[in-house]
């Protein structure tokens, strides 16, 4: 397990008795002083015929300004992944 402090929450619901609501976050500090938070926001409807529409925006904290900045290869060596 890694040395942090982390605190974090959720919730979830309906709005207009049509539209479900989800959120959830944490924010994680670090024994070097880094602050890094992870949030995800998401909305729904299900109708009747059981078609269900869900939209979902995910923002991670530690993720870089630039693809270029991830140092990506195209293929992956035994110790490396890509997986971001």
């Not at 040395?3 to 989800?22: C, K, M, P, S």
């Not at 924010?27 to 949030?39: C, I, K, N, P």
């Not at 991670?60 to 630039?66: I, L, V």
Request: charged letters at 25%; glycine letters at 10%; hydrophobic letters at 30%.
């Amino acid at each position: 397990m890694r040395e942090a402090d982390v605190i974090g929450g959720t919730l979830q619901g309906n709005l207009f008795q049509w539209l479900g609501v989800r959120a959830e976050g944490h924010v994680t500090d670090h024994e070097d002083s880094q602050r890094h938070s992870e949030l995800s926001f998401g909305i729904e409807h299900r109708w009747e015929n059981s078609l269900n529409l869900r939209m979902e925006q995910f923002y991670h904290g530690k993720g870089a300004d630039s693809v270029s900045d991830y140092g990506i290869t195209t293929t992956a060596t035994q110790d490396e992944s890509i997986y971001l």
